[in-house]
C-alpha cells in the first residue's frame, strides 16, 4: 500500500494489495517459445537496446518483396519501419503458407449464430481473397483508395479485408453493430467511395438490417460509387440501380488470378476510428510493414503458437482486436482461427462452452467483460461442457479485476491454463504490456511486464519517473513497430493528443503504477480519476474492491460533484444471479470497500443496476454514468451503445 503524501493530489494512489502469484507450470513453460523470465529478460533488453537488431530478425520471418535498407527512420512524432522495404499483408497471410503442408490446414472455422458451419483451408481462403480482389479492381478500386467495410462476423468480413490489401485499398472497417450516422461520419472522414457490406447479419436471434443503415447513411451522398452487397440472411433489401451490386453475381465476372502489389513497407494498409464519445471521429492509421511484423510477433510469442492449435479470438473484426488478433496476427502465423458470428449467450449463455467443446479450441481469447457475465448467469452453464482441450487463456479491451481473474482461472482454465492479460489500443496496434505464458509469474488483475521492444514508463506531470508502488501517467518512450501512423487527414492532432503531453514519449492516456517487481497495474483512464478529499484514487482499483464482494457481478465507478470533498465516489452495480438489491447489501458493499483498499473509497452512493451501459465492443460508457451520477442530461454521442434502454432505466433511478 502506497502512504499518503503530499504528492496526492498529483500522482495517483494506489491501495489495492494482491499477493497471489502464479508461476508458470513447469511442463508449459518446457515446451513454451519463451521458457524463462531470465529468457524474457535477455530479449526485452536487447530489443529496447539494439532495436534494429531485434526487430529486423523478427522482420525476416516474414516474405518480402524486396528487403528494407533501413529498420527504423525516426523523428518524433513520425516513425518509417523497415524503409524500402517492399512486401503485401496479403501475401503473407496466404501466399507465404501455399508451398507447403499448410496449405491444406483450417484457415478459418465459422459457425454461424444459427448454428451453420464452414471450413475454409488456406487454398481456398487464397481463392477467395483473390476472386473478391478482382471485383474491387472490377468496380473501380485502385491502389490507394479506401474501402468501407461494414460487415456480420462471417468469413466474407475477413476475405474483404484482405482483397484490399492484396491490391493496397486501404480498408476502414465500421463495427456491424454501429449506426447510419456512424458510417455517414466515417464516409465523410475517410472519402471511401466503395462499401462493402451485407443484407444482414444475425444477433441474439434477431437480424440486424445492415444493407438498411448503409442506404440511410447515403441520402444526399453522391461520392459512394459502390455498394457490394454479400448475401447473409436472405433479407428483402433494396438495391440501387447503377451503385449496388450482388457479390455473388460479381463472382461470375472474375477469376482467382489477382497479383499481389508490392506495396512499400509504409503504404497505408487501414483506418480504423476510434469510439470516441464527441466529436468528429478519430481516424486511427496503420502502415503495412511495421503493423504486420508487430502483429505477427506478438502473436506468435503472446499466444504461445503451435501449428497444432486451435484459437479462438472472440472480438468481432470491427474492433482493432479483430483486425490484430482474428486477422493479420493469427493468418500471417498460419494459424486455424475460430470466428463466431453470433452472441455468447444465444440461444443460451452456454454458447461459448459449446463452440469450445465442439472444435476444440486450445486458445481463448475474450474481454473482461464477457467474464463478469458469464459469472453473472452461473458456473453450471460450464459444467455441461468439456473444456479440457484449453491450454491457454488470454483477456482483452480493458483491466480484469482479480476476482474475475481468478474466476477465470479455476473454472474454464480448471486452474492449469496460463492467462494472458494484455493491455493495449487501437493505436498501439499490438500487444504492448502482457504476460508471456511460459516465462511470467502473474498476480491477478496486473497486465505485468512490457512486450519486446518496448519501453514503458509511469511518470509524473512534469514527466519524471515516479516510484514503484506510486500512480501516474503510462507512457511509452520509445517507438515501435505496430504504432499508430497518424490520424488520418488530421497531423495536428496527432501530434496533440498523443506527443504532447509528456515530452518526447507517447502518452496512453491510462494511469498506472507498478509493485515492486515491476508488474505494471492500468487504474483506468486519467480522465476517469477520481478526485476524493486531496486523493487521487484510480478507477480500476475501486471497481475490483466492489467485484470482490460475493455478491457483485461487475461495476463501474465515477466521481460527482461534492462540495466538501471535491468529488464523491457513486458505484452502479450489477450482482449476481440470486442476490437482491436492498438498503443493507448497500452498506456491506460499502463497508466491504472500506476493509479492502481504505475508507477514503468506500462510495457515497450506490446504484444497483440490471446491466451498465457498455459499447458494443464491451466497455463501460463511464462518461454516461457521470452524467446520470451528477444528475446532468445526457450529451454526446451513444450511437455506440449496446442498449440504450440500459441508460432510460438508469436515468430514472430504476434498479
Same mark, same amino acid.
Given at each position: 500500500?502506497?502512504?499518503?503524501?503530499?504528492?496526492?493530489?498529483?500522482?495517483?494512489?494506489?491501495h489495492?494489495?494482491?499477493?497471489?502469484?502464479?508461476?508458470?507450470?513447469?511442463?508449459?513453460?518446457?515446451?513454451?517459445?519463451?521458457?524463462?523470465?531470465?529468457?524474457?529478460?535477455?530479449?526485452?533488453?536487447?530489443?529496447?537496446?539494439?532495436?534494429d537488431?531485434?526487430?529486423?530478425?523478427?522482420?525476416?520471418?516474414?516474405h518480402?518483396?524486396?528487403?528494407?535498407?533501413?529498420?527504423?527512420?525516426?523523428?518524433?512524432?513520425?516513425?518509417?519501419?523497415?524503409?524500402?522495404?517492399?512486401? *503485401?499483408?496479403?501475401?503473407?497471410?496466404?501466399?507465404?503458407?501455399?508451398?507447403?503442408?499448410?496449405?491444406?490446414?483450417?484457415?478459418?472455422?465459422?459457425?454461424?449464430?444459427?448454428?451453420?458451419?464452414?471450413v475454409?483451408?488456406?487454398?481456398?481462403?487464397?481463392?477467395?481473397?483473390?476472386?473478391?480482389?478482382?471485383?474491387?479492381?472490377? *468496380?473501380?478500386?485502385?491502389?490507394?483508395?479506401?474501402?468501407?467495410?461494414?460487415?456480420?462476423?462471417?468469413?466474407?468480413?475477413?476475405?474483404?479485408?484482405?482483397?484490399?490489401?492484396?491490391?493496397?485499398?486501404?480498408?476502414?472497417?465500421?463495427?456491424?453493430?454501429?449506426?447510419?450516422?456512424?458510417?455517414?461520419?466515417?464516409?465523410?472522414?475517410?472519402?471511401?467511395?466503395?462499401?462493402?457490406?451485407?443484407?444482414?447479419?444475425?444477433r441474439?436471434?434477431?437480424?440486424?438490417?445492415?444493407?438498411?443503415?448503409?442506404?440511410?447513411?447515403?441520402?444526399?451522398?453522391?461520392?459512394?460509387?459502390?455498394?457490394?452487397?454479400?448475401?447473409?440472411?436472405?433479407?428483402?433489401?433494396?438495391?440501387?440501380?447503377?451503385?449496388?451490386?450482388?457479390?455473388?453475381?460479381?463472382?461470375?465476372?472474375?477469376?482467382?488470378?489477382?497479383?499481389?502489389?508490392?506495396?512499400?513497407?509504409?503504404?497505408?494498409?487501414?483506418?480504423?476510428?476510434?469510439?470516441?464519445?464527441?466529436?468528429?471521429?478519430?481516424?486511427?492509421?496503420?502502415?503495412?510493414?511495421?503493423?504486420?511484423?508487430?502483429?505477427?510477433?506478438?502473436?506468435?510469442?503472446?499466444?504461445?503458437?503451435?501449428?497444432?492449435?486451435?484459437?479462438?479470438?472472440?472480438?468481432?473484426?470491427?474492433?482493432?482486436?479483430?483486425?490484430?488478433?482474428?486477422?493479420?496476427?493469427?493468418?500471417?502465423?498460419?494459424?486455424?482461427?475460430?470466428?463466431?458470428?453470433?452472441?455468447?449467450?444465444?440461444?443460451?449463455?452456454?454458447?461459448?462452452?459449446?463452440?469450445?467443446?465442439?472444435?476444440?479450441?486450445?486458445?481463448?481469447?475474450?474481454a473482461?467483460?464477457?467474464?463478469?457475465?458469464?459469472?453473472?448467469?452461473?458456473?453450471?452453464?460450464?459444467?455441461?461442457?468439456?473444456?479440457?482441450?484449453?491450454?491457454?487463456?488470454?483477456?482483452?479491451?480493458?483491466?480484469?479485476?482479480?476476482?474475475?481473474?481468478?474466476?477465470?482461472?479455476?473454472?474454464?482454465?480448471?486452474?492449469?491454463?496460463?492467462?494472458?492479460?494484455?493491455?493495449?489500443?487501437?493505436?498501439?496496434?499490438?500487444?504492448?504490456?502482457?504476460?508471456?505464458?511460459?516465462?511470467?509469474?502473474?498476480?491477478?488483475?496486473?497486465?505485468?511486464?512490457?512486450?519486446?521492444?518496448?519501453?514503458?514508463?509511469?511518470v509524473?506531470?512534469q514527466? *519524471?519517473?515516479?516510484?514503484?508502488?506510486?500512480?501516474?501517467?503510462?507512457?511509452?518512450?520509445?517507438p515501435?513497430?505496430?504504432?499508430?501512423?497518424?490520424?488520418?487527414?488530421?497531423?495536428?492532432?496527432?501530434?496533440?493528443?498523443?506527443?504532447?503531453?509528456?515530452?518526447?514519449?507517447?502518452?496512453?492516456?491510462?494511469?498506472?503504477?507498478?509493485?515492486?517487481?515491476?508488474?505494471?497495474?492500468?487504474?483506468?483512464?486519467?480522465?476517469?480519476?477520481?478526485?476524493?478529499?486531496?486523493?487521487?484514487?484510480?478507477t480500476?482499483?475501486?471497481?475490483?474492491?466492489?467485484?470482490?464482494?460475493?455478491?457483485?457481478?461487475?461495476?463501474?465507478?465515477?466521481?460527482?460533484?461534492?462540495?466538501?470533498?471535491?468529488?464523491g465516489?457513486?458505484?452502479?452495480?450489477?450482482?449476481?444471479?440470486?442476490?437482491?438489491?436492498?438498503?443493507?447489501?448497500?452498506?456491506?458493499?460499502?463497508?466491504?470497500?472500506?476493509?479492502?483498499?481504505?475508507p477514503?473509497?468506500?462510495?457515497?452512493?450506490?446504484?444497483?443496476?440490471?446491466?451498465?451501459?457498455k459499447?458494443?465492443?464491451?466497455?463501460?460508457?463511464?462518461?454516461?454514468?457521470?452524467?446520470?451520477?451528477?444528475?446532468?442530461?445526457l450529451?454526446?454521442?451513444?450511437?455506440?451503445?449496446?442498449?440504450?434502454?440500459?441508460?432510460?432505466?438508469?436515468?430514472?433511478?430504476?434498479?
Amino acid at each position: 500500500m502506497s502512504k499518503t503524501t503530499s504528492k496526492a493530489s498529483k500522482t495517483i494512489e494506489s491501495h489495492l494489495i494482491e499477493n497471489r502469484v502464479f508461476k508458470p507450470a513447469a511442463d508449459f513453460s518446457k515446451k513454451a517459445r519463451i521458457g524463462s523470465l531470465a529468457e524474457y529478460r535477455k530479449l526485452h533488453a536487447e530489443s529496447v537496446k539494439s532495436p534494429d537488431k531485434f526487430w529486423g530478425r523478427e522482420a525476416k520471418e516474414l516474405h518480402w518483396l524486396r528487403k528494407w535498407t533501413k529498420v527504423l527512420d525516426w523523428k518524433l512524432p513520425n516513425a518509417k519501419w523497415f524503409v524500402g522495404g517492399k512486401l *503485401n499483408a496479403s501475401v503473407n497471410c496466404l501466399d507465404r503458407h501455399l508451398e507447403g503442408p499448410r496449405a491444406n490446414k483450417a484457415a478459418i472455422i465459422w459457425e454461424g449464430e444459427p448454428g451453420e458451419k464452414r471450413v475454409i483451408t488456406y487454398r481456398q481462403l487464397h481463392r477467395e481473397v483473390c476472386k473478391f480482389a478482382n471485383i474491387l479492381k472490377r *468496380n473501380g478500386v485502385k491502389k490507394g483508395d479506401r474501402v468501407l467495410v461494414y460487415m456480420p462476423l462471417v468469413p466474407e468480413a475477413a476475405i474483404a479485408m484482405l482483397a484490399c490489401a492484396r491490391i493496397g485499398a486501404v480498408h476502414s472497417v465500421v463495427f456491424g453493430g454501429f449506426s447510419a450516422e456512424s458510417i455517414k461520419d466515417r464516409l465523410a472522414d475517410s472519402g471511401a467511395r466503395v462499401i462493402v457490406t451485407a443484407d444482414g447479419g444475425y444477433r441474439r436471434g434477431q437480424i440486424v438490417s445492415l444493407k438498411q443503415n448503409v442506404d440511410h447513411a447515403l441520402k444526399g451522398n453522391d461520392a459512394v460509387k459502390r455498394v457490394i452487397v454479400f448475401r447473409r440472411t436472405n433479407l428483402d433489401i433494396h438495391i440501387e440501380p447503377g451503385r449496388d451490386v450482388w457479390w455473388h453475381r460479381e463472382l461470375e465476372y472474375v477469376s482467382a488470378d489477382c497479383p499481389a502489389e508490392h506495396l512499400d513497407s509504409e503504404h497505408p494498409l487501414f483506418i480504423l476510428y476510434t469510439s470516441g464519445s464527441t466529436g468528429k471521429p478519430k481516424g486511427i492509421l496503420h502502415s503495412t510493414g511495421g503493423y504486420l511484423v508487430g502483429t505477427y510477433a506478438s502473436t506468435k510469442y503472446v499466444f504461445d503458437l503451435k501449428e497444432e492449435d486451435v484459437y479462438w479470438c472472440t472480438a468481432d473484426i470491427g474492433w482493432i482486436t479483430g483486425h490484430s488478433y482474428l486477422v493479420y496476427g493469427p493468418l500471417a502465423n498460419g494459424a486455424t482461427c475460430l470466428m463466431y458470428e453470433g452472441a455468447p449467450n444465444w440461444p443460451e449463455p452456454d454458447r461459448f462452452w459449446k463452440l469450445i467443446a465442439d472444435y476444440g479450441v486450445t486458445i481463448f481469447y475474450t474481454a473482461p467483460t464477457a467474464i463478469r457475465a458469464f459469472m453473472k448467469w452461473g458456473d453450471h452453464y460450464l459444467q455441461k461442457h468439456d473444456l479440457s482441450s484449453l491450454r491457454l487463456l488470454g483477456t482483452v479491451g480493458e483491466p480484469i479485476n482479480p476476482e474475475a481473474w481468478m474466476w477465470f482461472h479455476k473454472n474454464v482454465g480448471h486452474e492449469r491454463c496460463p492467462i494472458v492479460d494484455t493491455w493495449w489500443q487501437t493505436e498501439t496496434g499490438a500487444h504492448m504490456i502482457t504476460p508471456l505464458p511460459g516465462a511470467t509469474p502473474c498476480k491477478p488483475g496486473t497486465a505485468t511486464l512490457p512486450f519486446f521492444g518496448i519501453d514503458a514508463a509511469i511518470v509524473d506531470d512534469q514527466g *519524471n519517473e515516479v516510484p514503484h508502488g506510486e500512480g501516474g501517467k503510462l507512457v511509452i518512450r520509445k517507438p515501435w513497430p505496430s504504432m499508430l501512423r497518424g490520424i488520418w487527414g488530421d497531423k495536428t492532432r496527432y501530434r496533440k493528443q498523443y506527443w504532447s503531453e509528456v515530452k518526447g514519449a507517447y502518452f496512453t492516456g491510462d494511469g498506472a503504477r507498478r509493485d515492486k517487481e515491476g508488474n505494471f497495474w492500468i487504474v483506468g483512464r486519467i480522465d476517469d480519476v477520481l478526485n476524493v478529499a486531496g486523493h487521487r484514487l484510480g478507477t480500476a482499483e475501486v471497481e475490483s474492491s466492489l467485484v470482490s464482494h460475493p455478491s457483485v457481478a461487475e461495476a463501474a465507478v465515477v466521481g460527482r460533484p461534492d462540495e466538501i470533498k471535491g468529488q464523491g465516489v457513486v458505484a452502479f452495480v450489477t450482482l449476481r444471479s440470486g442476490h437482491r438489491p436492498g438498503e443493507k447489501l448497500k452498506e456491506q458493499i460499502r463497508k466491504h470497500v472500506a476493509e479492502a483498499i481504505g475508507p477514503i473509497a468506500k462510495p457515497d452512493e450506490i446504484r444497483f443496476a440490471e446491466m451498465l451501459p457498455k459499447t458494443r465492443s464491451g466497455k463501460i460508457m463511464r462518461r454516461l454514468l457521470k452524467q446520470i451520477a451528477g444528475g446532468q442530461s445526457l450529451t454526446g454521442d451513444t450511437s455506440t451503445l449496446e442498449d440504450l434502454s440500459v441508460l432510460t432505466k438508469l436515468s430514472k433511478g430504476e434498479e
